[in-house]
Antibody, heavy 116, light 110 residues
Framework: EVQLVESGGGLVQPGGSLRLSCEAS????????MHWVRQAPGKGLVWVSR????????AYADSVKGRFTISRDNAKDTVFLQMNSLRGEDTAMYYC?????????WGQGTLVTVSS | QSALTQPPSASGSPGQSVTISCTGT?????????VSWYQQHPGKAPKLMIY???KRPSGVPDRFSGSKSGNTASLTVSGLQAEDEADYYC??????????FGTGTKVTVL
């Protein structure tokens, strides 16, 4: 059974940093592209970032480019999202998702709140 | 990277059909056959319902179907059931390994 478990969310002040983790199981992690998608409270889904299976290619939404960094550790079946220079508009539930037939499996999300 | 446009809401009675549109541009929806649709119930993670415009993952009822014409993709839910009441989001590849989601549609079963 495919499982994705996010962690690392919490309350952070504007300008601060946070590192999210997503631990995967039930599939060959090292063969799968992985994504982060976020959803502000009461709002829609927004694609954030993706990383190639071997970690050699990454892409970002314009809204987070230069502030967020996606990475992965295939030995630990984990994908990360390092978030720096956080702003109020980054407040959201952050989901990791596996790319197979599109985004075919999602975690339950981790909540990030940016507030003073 | 502008969000794809979806109607805010759609509704239908049990047994009826509802169709949700997803309008983009030639740089996303119109340029690639990589449109997917996700269902999200309140407080839950999204669930993949349609991928590559019209393909259904294993386990998704055949009441759900997808299509595309030009820059607009559509999701049709036939034979509406109470459990179909949810938010639905389209998503399209937009080139350069970027994806873009739609604005979301709340489907109500009357």
């Amino acid at each position: 059974e495919v499982q994705l478990v996010e962690s690392g969310g919490g309350l952070v002040q504007p300008g601060g940093s946070l590192r999210l983790s997503c631990e995967a199981s039930g599939f060959t992690f090292s063969s799968s592209w992985m994504h982060w998608v976020r959803q502000a409270p009461g709002k829609g889904l927004v694609w954030v970032s993706r990383i190639r299976s071997d970690g050699t290619y990454t892409a970002y939404a314009d809204s987070v480019k230069g502030r967020f960094t996606i990475s992965r550790d295939n030995a630990k079946d984990t994908v990360f999202l390092q978030m720096n220079s956080l702003r109020g508009e980054d407040t959201a539930m952050y989901y990791c998702a596996k790319e197979g037939s599109s985004l075919d499996y999602w975690g339950q999300g981790t909540l990030v709140t940016v507030s003073s | 990277q502008s969000a794809l446009t979806q109607p805010p809401s759609a509704s239908g009675s049990p047994g009826q059909s509802v169709t949700i549109s997803c309008t983009g541009t030639s740089s996303d929806v119109g340029g690639y056959n990589y449109v997917s649709w996700y269902q999200q119930h309140p407080g839950k993670a999204p669930k993949l319902m349609i991928y590559e415009v019209s393909k259904r993952p294993s386990g998704v009822p055949d009441r759900f179907s997808g299509s595309k014409s030009g820059n607009t993709a559509s999701l049709t839910v036939s034979g509406l059931q109470a459990e179909d009441e949810a938010d639905y989001y389209c998503c399209s590849y937009a080139g350069n390994y970027i994806d873009v989601f739609g604005t979301g549609t709340k489907v109500t079963v009357l």
